[in-house]
C-alpha cells in the first residue's frame, strides 16, 4: 500500500515538530543543568528520549523513492540491523551529549571559581578603603595635633620666659633683703 505525496507531506510536517520540540527540550534541560536548577535531569531524560524516538522514527520513515515500503531496508518488515544502528546512533548521541554537558559544568565551576575570587577581591578593596578611609582620619587628627602641639610650644616659650623673669626679680629682692 503506498501513500499520497500529501499524506507523505504531512507525515514529514509533525515529524519535523517533534524533531524540533525534542531540541528544544534537550536544549531547555542543558540550560537547567549548567545553572543548576531544578528539574534540569528530568529535563534532560525527557528530551533525550523525545530524541530516541524521533531517530527510531526517521530510521522507519518512507524516503522520498519509496513506494510504499517501511524505512530505508526497502521491506515491510523490520530490519533488526537497521535498529541496532539506530539505536546505536541514539546511544552515540547521547554519550556526545553527555561529555559535553560535562565540558559546561566544568566550564561554569571554572567561572563559579573566579567569581569566587572576584569576590573576595572585592572584599579586600571594601576592607582597603576603609583603612585607607581610617588612615585619611588618623592624618587629620595628626594635622590638628601638630597645629594644637605649635600652639602649645608658644605658650609653654611664653611661661619660660615669664619663670625666667620673675626669677630674676625673685632673685633681685632677695639679694636686696639680704643687702647685697
Not at 98 to 104: F, P
Not at 116 to 132: I, P, Q, R, V, W
Request: glycine share 8%.
Amino acid at each position: 500500500m503506498s501513500q499520497s505525496p500529501k499524506t507523505k507531506k504531512d507525515l514529514k510536517f509533525y515529524v519535523d515538530k517533534l524533531v524540533s520540540i525534542g531540541a528544544a527540550v534537550v536544549i531547555i534541560g542543558a540550560l537547567f543543568k549548567i545553572l543548576h536548577w531544578k528539574f534540569a535531569n528530568e529535563l534532560l531524560i525527557v528530551g533525550m528520549f523525545t530524541e530516541a524516538a524521533i531517530f527510531l522514527v526517521y530510521a522507519y520513515l518512507p524516503s522520498d523513492n519509496d513506494h510504499g515500503t517501511g524505512g530505508g531496508g526497502g521491506s515491510a518488515t523490520l530490519d533488526s540491523t537497521e535498529l541496532i544502528n539506530a539505536l546505536n546512533d541514539v546511544r552515540a548521541s547521547i554519550e556526545n551529549t553527555n561529555t559535553s554537558l560535562h565540558v559546561i559544568s566544568s566550564s561554569t565551576n571554572g567561572l563559579k571559581e573566579l567569581e569566587s575570587k572576584f569576590e573576595a577581591m572585592g572584599k579586600t578593596l571594601d576592607e582597603l578603603n576603609h583603612f585607607y578611609g581610617s588612615l585619611k582620619n588618623v592624618s587629620e587628627t595628626v594635622s590638628n595635633s601638630v597645629g594644637e602641639a605649635a600652639r602649645t610650644k608658644d605658650q609653654l616659650s611664653a611661661l619660660a620666659n615669664n619663670l625666667t623673669e620673675m626669677n630674676a626679680i625673685y632673685s633681685n629682692m632677695i639679694h636686696a633683703i639680704k643687702g647685697k
